[in-house]
Each structure stands twice: as C-alpha cells, then as structure tokens.
C-alpha cells in the first residue's frame, strides 16, 4: 500500500559511530551527514565512493547496509535497505517500506502526473549489436545492414512496457524513428506498430542542411502538447534529443520526461530503465 501524508515511523537519531569504510572507499561529502543522522552501524562500510548516475541525474554509493541516494527528481536523501528506506525529509528521518512511496516523494508525484497525461516520453531505443554498423543508411528497410536490438534490448522493451501498463500510464500517439531498433524496441514496448516518424531519424549519416531540418522537427514536436488525457511517446536516438533539447541519455533505453509549458517544451525527469521495473512495484494502483 502506498503510503499517504499521515502519521509515519519517525527514527531518532542514533549517535555516529567512528567511519569503518575501508581504505579504497570513504562516505563521500554527499552522504556524511546523513550517514551521521543514521549511523555508521545502520549504514555500515562504504562499498564504493559515490558516483553520480549519468541517466538521471541521481548520486549513489553503495554500503554494507544498503544504497545511500541523493534523489535528483526531488533532492531528498534517502538510505535504501532491502526492506526498508529511510528518507531525510527536513531534518528528521521517516522509514518507509522500500516499496512504497510517501505522497511527497519525487517519484510519486512524477507518476501520478504521467498518469494524467500531457507528456511526451522520449526514450532511447535498448541495448543493441556494437559488432553491427549502420551501412545503408538509404535503405532502412534493410534490418541486415544496421545495428539491432540484442535479445536483452527486446527484454528491456517488454519490461518497461510491463511496466507502464501496471502503472496506467496512457500511451496515445506513439512514433518511432525509422531505424530497425527503434521501430522493434518501440513494437515490444506498447505491443503494436508505431507510426514513423521521419523528423527522427539518426542524424548521424545526414547532410547538415538535413540534420537541421531534423534537428526542427524534433522541437517542434516537442512543443505541441499531446491531446488531454494521453501522453506522446517517442523511440528514437540519443543525438537527436541532445541535439533538440540538450538532453543527454547516455543509456540505451533511457528516457525523458518533456511538459509544454507557455508554449516551450520543459524537461521533467530523465529516467533510467531499471527504475520503471521499481515504480511499478511501489506505484502501481490499488
């Protein structure tokens, strides 16, 4: 069950043991205090230093205890355990079951605005072929001669479109670029034929006049708000979103959360693929 605004669990705070990280780790500036709040004996040793994750913007590090999360949705810090997180919120640490979310968590709110509509989700076709090249970027009718899916970039679609019917999040126009990965990873993820886009197509093998017009194309669509109620999903590539809206997706399957707002399309949430799997655990309707 998902959790609401009321009464929680709230955990004191337990005096800090000395650091036990061994030496090729240490709790970086990020998390130190928050490890203090806890307790280095809650936490345990580091298992790494933290690092920052390019797909979405967040900073983990992983501990004996569990994963030490700064959460770029919302900012919050949070201490993930197999069965229990707990989360900074001003100050005073609430715990929560891991897989269910407070109503105002990032996450949350994040999903029960897509919920709504009015989005477009641009996501980066999955993990494909690097010993396959893109040869015959005039005939991409030819699946032979370009760089495909791996059997793990199909599982991924299947997965994250799993997942965003267990979320009830309403898919209405969907459009792919005309590449062989995007218009498969597209199939797999909402079970039917995309319609192709041609203002998505790679824009690597193009002319610049070409990639121009592409590069238009893609801010134009970013910028008609999808009819009320629905939300515009797009497959395509990871230079064409950079090259529109300075947005990185440095991970095949990556996506990005796009809202008109006044008319310019604003960047809500980049998400990582793993983390559709855990809201639809946590966020699913009940």
């Not at 005309?178 to 203002?199: I, W």
């Not at 604003?266 to 639809?280: G, S």
Request: glycine residues 10%; neutral net charge.
């Amino acid at each position: 069950m998902m959790l609401g605004s009321g009464p929680a669990m709230i955990v004191g705070s337990p005096t800090a043991d000395a650091s036990s990280s061994p030496g090729a780790c240490e709790i970086g500036p990020t998390f130190a205090a928050l490890r203090d709040l806890i307790g280095s004996s809650t936490v345990g040793a580091c298992l790494e230093n933290e690092r920052l994750v390019a797909g979405n913007g967040n900073v983990e590090q992983r501990t004996a205890g569990g994963m030490l999360t700064r959460r770029a949705l919302d900012g919050r810090l949070l201490f993930v355990g197999t069965s229990q997180t707990l989360v900074n919120r001003d100050g005073v640490l609430i715990t929560r079951p891991t897989d269910e979310r407070f109503v105002w968590e990032g996450d949350r709110q994040l999903v029960e605005s897509m919920r709504q509509g009015g989005h477009t989700i641009y996501f980066r076709h999955g993990p494909t072929d690097s010993s396959q090249k893109d040869t015959d970027p005039n005939n991409l009718a030819n699946c032979a001669t370009q760089r495909n899916l791996t059997e793990a970039g199909r599982q991924q679609a299947r997965a994250i479109g799993e997942a965003l019917r267990t979320l009830k999040i309403p898919t209405g126009d969907v459009r792919t670029s005309e590449y062989c990965r995007a218009r498969e990873y597209a199939r797999l993820l909402f079970d039917r034929e995309a319609e192709v886009e041609p203002g998505i197509v790679l824009p690597d093998p193009l002319t610049e006049e070409q990639r121009a017009r592409n590069t238009e194309s893609l801010k134009a669509l970013l910028a008609q708000a999808p009819p009320a109620g629905t939300n515009r999903l797009l497959v395509a590539h990871s230079p064409n979103v950079k090259l529109a809206a300075n947005v990185d997706l440095p991970e095949e399957g990556g996506a990005a959360v796009f809202r008109v707002e006044a008319g310019t399309p604003k960047l809500v949430a980049r998400i990582v693929p793993a983390e559709w799997a855990t809201w639809a655990r946590a966020l699913a309707p009940r």
